[in-house]
């Protein structure tokens, strides 16, 4: 009987150890193939153009060159669309924490008269939508298309990010609210100076949710603005590059006939542009994480 | 009793109206934010009166000559569209069911992870691909997938294929395709809420477990996937809506003409047609049948969730 159970037990650490082996492998596997694909994107962006077009370049760049980095940054249409798509991400990103948060703050009022059919309103939203043609001829109705602020203004209020911000507010102890409302308070001073501040980690979310959602959009750039080149974003501009590229790729064989001169090619100019509209955000993910983890938990459980 | 039941109605009144008072400010931002709803999100829901219209931008939604179901007739006869409707489904049902797998095994495989600082690298490393953009990411998938890319190198270096294929003109390899970019992107995102599911549960569990002799199988088998078996279900019903709108990005910026007949999705057709031919009825009809289909999915698992008495979402 007992020597029946030590050897189950002793069996049973030998499939744990493999197990575990298994696992760090297969994890380890997992971000390398998570990696990789970007590394190799780094390695042929420093490359130089013409011996990039060999292909064989893996995490290192063969011959040294920053000739791809100089031509996107003097790419015309890609500077004007960085201009574009940093002034949406700080304005747009402000607003619509703002926006968010205000309405979850209302709707998070437990005395608040319309609380439910507040939220009820704007859950709708969540799952029927007009679709693309409606919504286009809205905004060209409003006088939105073929400008800036129709990045901004059509996507302010987003129920998801209120679901989350509400969620985070109605776990905050009532006490607070009472005390400052004994002291005089209105609303508003509640919301400014007591709740937001005890916000902090659930802004950081929606922010960088936001945020992230303005820097890769292109969408909105080629529905609405495609008139107007100088309201381009860094990602259409990078699109519309992509696809020239292909185009070309598809109708002449060599890829690297149409700047042989200047020793760029659209392989590596295509890995450097990628790299650089990246970059912003890859530096910024890993300080948020704590925020993003607890702030998509608590939003995604709960609903 | 009578002298006390009059006073009531009145006290009750009166803390109505003080509390309407009280409430002013809040009242007032509610109705901003219902005015910027209705314009938003509930005006272009009348925009669907196109699609029984032949909408021109002259005559608007009240001037223009109602046609009734003669898109929706146009849209079920069309080859091209039932074809369309097949890719959607189709690249739909696979990406969800392969990210959810993949994002679940993940998470499992990860939650059994011991040593901490490994367990953040991993994660740290896997939310990464979410931030991409998808024109990064279909860069990435183009270049990776391209005759001289990095998988054909080493398919053949491991002597599965002798020659490169060209992935991208065969009509085989794009449902694939889409599916593995999108495991690519999401699995560490969408593990998120797995892992946090399984971190809820109660360590006792697996103590008990552990001292009536299971082993790792049976714990994963009898404890964590029954622990994470309500948070699968809300998300398949959440996201099962989504089944008809999946993909968009990926299947417009990896398409090319020799795809075409297995990488239009709804949404480009909708594009090319209703937006890029100004055919702007065909284009919400074709809008229309996609919500319907989606509203239709939802309330149908919701259903199927209550019947099997499993959580549900509304």
Redesign the interface.
Known sequence: MNGKNEKKKSMMSGWDWAFVICNTTFLVLFCVVTLYPILNTLAVSFNDGLDAVKGGIHLIPRKFSLRAYDAVIHKQGLQQGAIVTVARTVIGTLLALVANALLAFVVSRRRFLFRSSLSFFWVVTMYASGGMIPGLILMKNLHLTNTFLVYIIPGLVSAFNVLVLRTYMESLPDSYEESAQLDGAGYMRIFVSIISPLCKPVYATVALFVAVGHWNSWFDAMLYNRNRTELTTLQYELQKYLNSVMQTQGNTSSSGKTSSSSQVTPVTVRAAASIVTMLPIIMLYPFLQRYFVTGLTIGGVKE | MSLMNPSAPALKEKTTKA??KR?S???I??AL??V??I??????????L?AFQTYTLKGGIFGSEWVGLKWFKFLFTDDTFVRIIRNTLAMGVINLVATTVTAIG?AI??S??KNIW?KK?????????H??????VT??V???FST???IN?LLVNLHILKTPISFFSHTQYFWPIVAISNV?KET?WNA??YL??ITSIDPSLYEAAAMD?A??WQKIKHITFPGLRS?III?LI?NI?NVINAGF?VQY?LG?GLLQSVSQTI?IY??KY??GKMN?SL??AA??F??FV??TL?FLFNFIAKKTGDERLF
């Open positions: 509390e309407i409430q400010v809040l009242l931002i509610a934010y219902v910027y709803g314009i938003f999100y509930y005006l272009p829901l009348v925009g669907w196109m993940f495989l990860l059994e992870v490994g690298l991993v994660q740290t490393i896997s939310y990464l691909p931030f991409l953009s998808w024109i990064v860069s990435i183009h270049e990776a001289e890319g990095m190198e690519w560490g998120i809420i946090a599911t002799g082993g790792r948070t998300l959440m809506g990005e910026l090319n949404d909708v594009l209703g937006v702007y284009g919400t809008g229309v996609k919500t989606s509203m939802i």
